[in-house]
């Protein structure tokens, strides 16, 4: 799991991160993350008063009820491809690898395709699954990387912690040349400050899912063949995942018969 065993001493300002950045991947609404944190600021205030605990880090001005949306990037389809091609001796790392890749090519969050064997398979050429958010069943079409990660290993892939999983991608991105640097904003303190990050250091699971669905909108399919895949229900939740740059979208327009 991402948190495992905590104590009152283990809930700081880290915690806070990694759990509001844990939630905002697993795609929750911003009005269920913050009921999240108002109940375990009053799970630790009611601790606290009642001598269980002397942690005043949910005190802290930036341990708020009101999250903000962390910076995230996508993978190109070279990109993807350069990951797909490296050679990896570490059998962890293949394992991470081939996690990674199936949540690329079935559009799929982490938390599902943990769970995936090859007894998902239907009709041969399908995905059939319930999504472990919703409990909503899935079918979509089975693309034949997804089949050859299945053979390798006789229909069930080790299983594998999301957590050591990510820091096991940040390695494989690293060895895959994906070293560019990315400059972006975040927030600390209440103020804006500018960060500067090589692109490895920003790969975790769910830049599979996000990927797929941005290089899809690229190609130019549709939003409702998009949903159909990713299980978003409504258009303004996908929208949110798409992370085209406006150089992205600039070759797509060169390619339009109006430039040509």
């Known amino acids: 799991?991402?948190?495992?065993?905590?104590?009152?001493?283990?809930?700081?300002?880290?915690?806070?991160?990694?759990?509001?950045?844990?939630?905002?991947?697993?795609?929750?609404?911003?009005?269920?993350?913050?009921?999240?944190?108002?109940?375990?600021?009053?799970?630790?205030?009611?601790?606290?008063?009642?001598?269980?605990?002397?942690?005043?880090?949910?005190?802290?001005?930036?341990?708020?009820?009101?999250?903000?949306?962390?910076?995230?990037?996508?993978?190109?389809?070279?990109?993807?491809?350069?990951?797909?091609?490296?050679?990896?001796?570490?059998?962890?790392?293949?394992?991470?690898?081939?996690?990674?890749?199936?949540?690329?090519?079935?559009?799929?969050?982490?938390?599902?395709?943990?769970?995936?064997?090859?007894?998902?398979?239907?009709?041969?050429?399908?995905?059939?699954?319930?999504?472990?958010?919703?409990?909503?069943?899935?079918?979509?079409?089975?693309?034949?990387?997804?089949?050859?990660i299945f053979e390798i290993y006789g229909g069930l892939i080790p299983f594998m912690q999301p957590n050591k999983i990510n820091k096991a991608l940040k390695e494989i991105g690293k060895s895959a040349g994906l070293d560019q640097i990315i400059s972006f904003q975040e927030e600390r303190g209440g103020k804006k400050i500018q960060v500067k990050k090589r692109k490895f250091e920003l790969i975790t699971t769910h830049t599979a899912r996000r990927s797929l669905i941005t290089n899809l909108h690229l190609k130019g399919i549709s939003i409702s063949n998009i949903m159909a895949i990713s299980g978003h229900k409504t258009e303004s939740s996908l929208i949110r995942y798409i992370r085209s740059s406006a150089s992205d979208r600039a070759e797509e327009l060169k390619k339009l018969d109006f430039f040509n």
């Open 1 to 148: 799991t991402l948190i495992g065993r905590l104590s009152f001493k283990d809930i700081d300002l880290i915690f806070y991160s990694n759990y509001i950045n844990f939630l905002q991947e697993e795609e929750y609404a911003s009005n269920s993350i913050g009921n999240d944190i108002k109940h375990l600021k009053v799970v630790m205030e009611k601790g606290l008063y009642f001598g269980l605990h002397k942690n005043i880090s949910f005190r802290d001005k930036n341990f708020k009820k009101i999250s903000i949306l962390t910076f995230k990037i996508f993978l190109n389809e070279e990109e993807i491809k350069k990951i797909e091609g490296i050679n990896l001796v570490d059998k962890d790392l293949r394992i991470a690898r081939d996690y990674f890749l199936l949540a690329y090519y079935t559009g799929q969050r982490i938390s599902d395709v943990i769970d995936f064997s090859s007894e998902n398979i239907f009709m041969n050429n399908f995905l059939r699954f319930y999504v472990n958010k919703t409990g909503n069943e899935m079918q979509i079409p089975m693309h034949k990387k997804v089949r050859e």
